[in-house]
C-alpha cells in the first residue's frame, strides 16, 4: 500500500506541475521572438521594406507550425495606402490567425503591430537602427505565444490573432484589418490591443478601455488579483490630451467603429522612439509577467464572456 500511495504522490505531483506550466505562456519563445524581432537584422522593420517582410514571413511561420486556421490566404491581409511622408503608396501586410471557439460565435480579436519607423539619420558612429524592441516586438512576441497556448487550450469564444503592419504610419493595418473583416462587425465582442509590455520601473502595466467599456472591470481585477506586475487602469479620459491612449495605437481604429477595446501598455520611457529602445534595455522578467498577465485576463473574459 505505501508504495502505491508513493507512485499515486509522484503521480500527482507530475500532473499538478504539468498544469500549472500549461497555465503559461512559454518564457523561452517569448524572449526568442522578442530578441529576434528586436534585432539589428531586421533594421527596424519599417513597413514596405525587406525587413519588415522577414518580420512578417517571421510571424506566418509560427501561425502556420502551430497549425492556425486563417481566412486569408497564407495568412496574408494585403493592403495599401499612400505615406504622405514618403510621397508613395506602399504596400502592407497584416498576418491573421484564427482559432474557433467552442461555444459561442462571438470574437476576441487580439492585435498588436509588428513595424516599427526602421533607420534614422545618424552619424557613421551613432546607432541609427530603430530597433522597436518594447514598441512593438514585445507585443508581437506576446500575440504569437497566445496564439500558441489558445490553439492547444480551446477557448470558447472564437478568436483572432492579427500581427498588424503599418501602425506606425497612422494605423493603416488596423484600419484595413476592420475594413475587410472577415465576420460581420457585429460579432466582435472585444479587441485586446498590446503595445509596449516589456519594461517599467515601477512595475506598472495599464489597461486602457475600462472608461468606455466599464463591463470589463471586475474581471480583470480578478485576473490580476495574484499576478504581476501591478494592473492599472486609466490613461482614457476623454479630453485629458496625451494622456488619453483611446485612438493611440491600433485599437484605435475598432474604437472608431464603436467595438470594444482594452489596450495594454505601459507610459512612456525615455527610450520611446529612439535608437535605444533595445532588448538590452528592456525588463525580461516584467515583460514574461506582462504577457502572463494578459494571458489570464483574455482567459477571464473567456471563461465569463459579457454578451450583450
Known amino acids: ?36 524581432l528586436s534585432s539589428d537584422e531586421l533594421k527596424g522593420r519599417e513597413s514596405g521594406t525587406a525587413e519588415n517582410r522577414e518580420a512578417r514571413d517571421y510571424i506566418q511561420k509560427e501561425f502556420v507550425e502551430m497549425g492556425l ?34 461555444e459561442s460565435k462571438k470574437i476576441i480579436v487580439v492585435t498588436a503591430h509588428f ?14 537602427i530603430y530597433n522597436g524592441a518594447d514598441d512593438n516586438a514585445s507585443g508581437t512576441a506576446a500575440l504569437i505565444e497566445l496564439a500558441r497556448y489558445f490553439s492547444q ?26 475594413e475587410d473583416f472577415p465576420f460581420e462587425l457585429d460579432q466582435i465582442l472585444l479587441n485586446v490591443n498590446m503595445d509596449m509590455i516589456s519594461r517599467n520601473e515601477s512595475g506598472e502595466l495599464y ?15 480578478e485576473a490580476a488579483s495574484e499576478g504581476r506586475p501591478l494592473l492599472k487602469f486609466g490613461h482614457d479620459v476623454p479630453g485629458t490630451g496625451k494622456d488619453d491612449w ?3 495605437s491600433d ?11 482594452l489596450y495594454f501598455g505601459v507610459e512612456d520611457h525615455e527610450d520611446y522612439h529612439q535608437p535605444s529602445d533595445e532588448y538590452r534595455n528592456v525588463d525580461p522578467q516584467f515583460f514574461v509577467d506582462s504577457c502572463n498577465l494578459i494571458l489570464a485576463c483574455i482567459k477571464k473574459i473567456d471563461e465569463e464572456p459579457i454578451i450583450p
Open 1 to 36: 500500500m505505501r508504495w502505491n500511495l508513493q507512485v499515486f504522490a509522484t503521480i500527482l505531483l507530475f500532473f499538478t506541475i504539468h498544469f500549472s506550466f500549461s497555465q503559461k505562456l512559454q518564457e523561452k519563445n517569448l524572449i526568442k521572438h522578442l530578441v529576434y
Open 69 to 102: 486556421d486563417s481566412q486569408y490566404p497564407d495568412f496574408l491581409q494585403e493592403f495599401r495606402f499612400t505615406s504622405r511622408r514618403e510621397n508613395k503608396t506602399i504596400t502592407g501586410y497584416n498576418v491573421v490567425g484564427f482559432v474557433p471557439g467552442t
Open 115 to 128: 513595424d516599427h519607423v526602421g533607420i534614422g539619420r545618424a552619424s557613421a558612429s551613432e546607432d541609427s
Open 153 to 178: 487550450n480551446p477557448p470558447q469564444l472564437s478568436m483572432i490573432f492579427a500581427a498588424l503592419d503599418a501602425e506606425e504610419k497612422g494605423l493603416q493595418g488596423a484600419k484595413a484589418l476592420v
Open 207 to 221: 489597461v486602457s478601455g475600462t472608461h468606455y467599456y466599464p463591463e470589463f472591470k471586475d474581471l480583470l481585477e
Open 246 to 248: 483611446t485612438r493611440s
Open 251 to 261: 485599437h484605435g481604429a475598432f474604437f472608431a467603429k464603436k467595438i470594444p477595446h
